[in-house]
């Protein structure tokens, strides 16, 4: 399981610029599961992204498509963690090994 801290080196208006196509990024991953959860920083400074992948290297693949990272207007920031106490609805949502 990782967390994704994202964070925009450029203005609000150049990241809008990209948006639709990061959302149909977010699409593609969210239908092949690796993407959990996703939403926008407050303030709107960069976002967040829940994910499961088999491990970092295969998550660095899936980043190196998002249009931000192709574009160059954000930083990425991946921190990995191992779920070991959650409700009952998320075990139905990950890939626990």
Do not use: C, W
């Not at 992204?49 to 249009?67: M, Q, R, T």
């Not at 963690?81 to 890939?95: A, G, Q, T």
Request: net charge negative; proline share 5%.
């Amino acid at each position: 399981m990782f967390i994704i801290s994202i964070s925009y080196k450029v203005d609000l208006s150049e990241v809008e610029k990209h948006i639709n196509e990061h959302i149909a990024y977010l699409d593609k991953y969210y239908a092949k599961g690796n993407f959990i959860a996703s939403g926008p920083k407050v303030p709107r400074v960069g976002g967040v992204i829940l994910a499961h992948a088999n491990n970092k290297e295969e998550l660095n693949v899936i980043l190196h498509e998002d249009p931000f990272y192709k574009a160059g207007i954000a930083n990425y920031d991946v921190t990995e963690f191992m779920p070991n106490k959650m409700v009952k609805l998320f075990e139905s949502l990950i890939k626990l090994p």
